[in-house]
């Protein structure tokens, strides 16, 4: 299979991050035999040192020329002082619309070796595998009117959905539960808001066309407790875009640390990857960054744009492998920090590991 992927390292820990990714596609691809370009260029606080601007018209060009776009992060102190449409984040914001994903994928993976690292018990967050889908371009955050009148005391925003904006990712969400669980759990605040009943409606109209998965609906409030309290419960969980943005951030707590977090956005021309977090300036340089989130985010490119589920298990499998090992980043070392390793060297456990399995698979097909 070919894959032309557009790699913005970015900032801070980007660079040190993705590279760890890139090796474990690069892996992927070797052992599969398959076709996976990598063409780097640049967004964020090093676009604005080369080129002026955080987002220069190349960038665009070269992601919009690919089949994937993987980003490793943005943001730099020194620019704090620029207007907020000239600061490298100003880049994030343009490529995401410039690549019009409307379904944003965040995975909540629960490793069951870092159940020590999560507030809740080990035995509420084992095994938890659920998968946020977030509509991303619509609700609040986008819908006009909106404004503050500074002088009468007064705020406006606008939550406002149309059935096709509903429908679009609710069907992403469907398909996405049929390969999983089959379980949909729709979430809204339908006893007060009129959009919310508008997702209720058109998610139960769609129900028809997916017999094989089961659908309820929760209340945001609600879903907010049963998510700390029985989160193995839950598949696929689809939410406009306020409440995802609330409720995937929440599960953070289950999965343990910042840096295990991986992300998709889907359903527009290219689809584009990340991990969650930012350029974490205070780390950056000194090895210490977890590169797990962007390599369980190098999974996602092989699930959803490469179609590898296969490789895309055994990349997450690898992960599992090594922190079951013992094997921490800082992050997540839980005070044992004379055991940590650096990016680089959870890079090549990964790595290893994934090597092996991948071995071990070829040499059975050879038998
Ligand atoms: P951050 O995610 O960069 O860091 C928050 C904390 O988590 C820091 O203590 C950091 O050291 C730690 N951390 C983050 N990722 C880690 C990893 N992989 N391994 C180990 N520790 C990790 O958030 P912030 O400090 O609020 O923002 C820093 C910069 O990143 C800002 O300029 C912000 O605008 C930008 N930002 C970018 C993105 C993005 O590119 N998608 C997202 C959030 C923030």
């Not at 955080?54 to 690919?66: E, F």
């Not at 759990?185 to 997916?210: G, H």
Request: with cysteine; charged share 20%; glycine share 8%.
């Amino acid at each position: 299979m070919k894959l032309k992927i557009a790699v913005l390292a970015g900032d801070g820990i980007g660079p040190e991050v993705t590279r760890e990714a890139i090796q474990i596609l690069k892996a992927v691809a070797e052992f599969g035999g398959h076709d996976f370009t990598f063409t780097e260029a640049l967004l964020g606080g090093v676009a604005i040192t080369a080129e002026g601007t955080p987002i220069p018209k190349a960038t665009i060009a070269t992601c919009l020329d690919s089949d994937a776009v993987l980003l490793g992060a943005v943001g730099d102190n020194k620019f704090n002082h620029l207007t907020p449409d000239k600061r490298p984040e100003a880049g994030l914001l343009q490529i995401r619309q410039e690549l019009g994903g409307f379904a944003n994928l965040r995975p909540c993976l629960a490793f069951n070796a870092l159940s020590e690292n999560s507030p809740l018990r080990p035995e509420v967050t084992k095994d938890v595998d659920i998968l946020f889908v977030r509509e991303l371009l619509g609700g609040l955050y986008f819908g006009q009117p909106r404004w503050w009148n500074k002088e009468t005391g007064e705020a406006i925003n606008t939550m406002r959905y149309t059935k096709a904006e509903v429908v679009r990712v609710a069907r992403i969400a469907f398909e996405l539960a049929q390969k999983r669980r089959k379980k949909l759990t729709q979430v809204d605040k339908a006893n007060v808001l009129e959009c919310s009943q508008l997702w209720r409606a058109t998610v139960d109209e769609l129900k028809s066309d997916y017999p094989d998965v089961t659908v309820e609906h929760q209340l945001v409030d609600s879903m907010a407790i049963h998510l700390m309290n029985t989160p193995r419960h839950f598949d696929v969980v689809l939410t406009e875009n306020l409440f995802g943005d609330i409720l995937s951030d929440e599960s953070g707590v289950i999965t343990g640390s910042l840096g295990m977090l991986p992300s998709a956005t889907i359903g527009g021309k290219v689809n584009l990857y990340e991990p969650v977090h930012g350029s974490a300036p205070d780390i950056a340089g000194t090895g210490k960054a977890n590169p797990l989130g962007a390599i369980l985010t190098a999974a996602m490119v092989l699930r959803h744009s490469a179609k590898l589920e296969d490789a895309a298990l055994a990349v997450e499998a690898a992960v599992a492998e090594v922190l079951a090992a013992g094997h921490r980043t800082a992050d997540i070392a839980r005070g044992n920090a004379a055991a940590t390793v650096t990016t680089k060297q959870m890079g090549k456990l990964v790595h290893e590991a994934l090597a092996q399995s991948l071995d071990r698979e070829q040499s059975l097909h050879g038998v």
